[in-house]
């Protein structure tokens, strides 16, 4: 154990933890070097099970020999940092993560085509960039038996630190993949999934949109759901090229739900059967 008991946050090694950016982070000019931060014991669990190399770890003392000593023992030779809880504490958002950080290495990006190789239902994230959105659309996508994600590049990181705290891990658990079509490109979502074996189903309300429910959604055996921004939600190209548009049926006038509830009832209703 390389433990280090640090009295200061601006102690060499733990940059990584408390200065660097999520953009410095993720290093997008030498992605092999990049890291994410996972935050609570379970959430690191979740990612070591997955096969994520962790790199360093930063908590509290009374955590070495508590929660975070299975974690410890699993993660081999790697420099552990801790200190009183006070100093810690004043770590941005320290406080929410059950006194435990681990610094781990980004994986290998992966294709679209490899994610989707053998998915039958698939997401397709368009420009959503609220982190706690993305991170509650993967909780439901694991949860609920969906393959695969795909986001647009002018989407939030899946790994950004604050997703995968709300995803509870489970942005380790469903493979995803960058789509670098431009989200210029009128038809790039659907072509991209068509190519594929995809039919493609985007989440709208037009006056041609289908029911969720319709039975021939369920009936598709291969689909990709396609889910707008929070605000504007998709593109009208997007809908237009789409081989159904859907909506989810609301009552008292409502109009449409948040795009993290709306996933969630999305994936129950086209779940694979």
């Avoid at 280090?4 to 946050?9: A, D, G, M, P």
């Avoid at 990612?47 to 929660?67: K, S, V």
């Avoid at 994230?125 to 609220?130: A, E, M, S």
Wanted: net charge negative; charged share 20%.
């Amino acid at each position: 154990m390389k433990l280090s008991i640090i009295t200061s946050l601006t102690a060499p090694g733990v940059e990584m933890f408390t200065t660097l950016t999520e953009a410095q982070l993720r290093n997008r000019l030498e992605p092999e070097k990049g890291v994410f931060i996972a935050e609570s014991p379970k959430v690191i669990r979740v990612a070591l099970n997955a096969g994520y190399e962790p790199l360093a770890l930063l908590c509290e003392r009374r955590h070495i020999e508590g929660d975070a000593a299975d974690i410890i023992a699993r993660a081999g030779d790697i420099p552990i940092y801790t200190g009183e809880r006070e100093l810690l504490a004043a770590l941005t958002g320290y406080t929410l993560t059950r006194g435990v950080l681990c610094a781990m290495r980004r994986p290998q990006a992966k294709g679209v085509d490899e994610v989707c190789r053998d998915a039958r239902r698939v997401v397709v994230i368009d420009g959503v960039v609220d982190t706690t959105n993305i991170g509650a659309i993967f909780r439901s996508a694991a949860a609920l038996g969906f393959d695969a994600v795909v986001l647009t590049t002018n989407s939030c990181d899946p790994l950004n630190r604050r997703a995968v705290r709300v995803s509870m891990g489970s942005v380790f658990l469903v493979p995803w993949a960058w789509m670098e079509t431009p989200a210029t490109e009128a038809t790039g979502i659907t072509d991209c999934m068509h190519v594929l074996g995809f039919k493609t189903a985007a989440m709208a309300l037009t006056d041609n949109s289908v029911s969720l429910d319709d039975p021939r959604l369920a009936a598709e055996p291969r689909l990709a759901l396609i889910m707008g921004t929070e605000g504007d939600g998709l593109p009208h190209s997007t809908i237009a090229a789409a081989d159904y548009v859907v909506r989810i049926p609301m009552a008292h006038g409502v109009d449409s739900l948040n795009v993290a509830a709306a996933s969630a009832v999305a994936f129950w209703e086209l779940r694979k059967r």
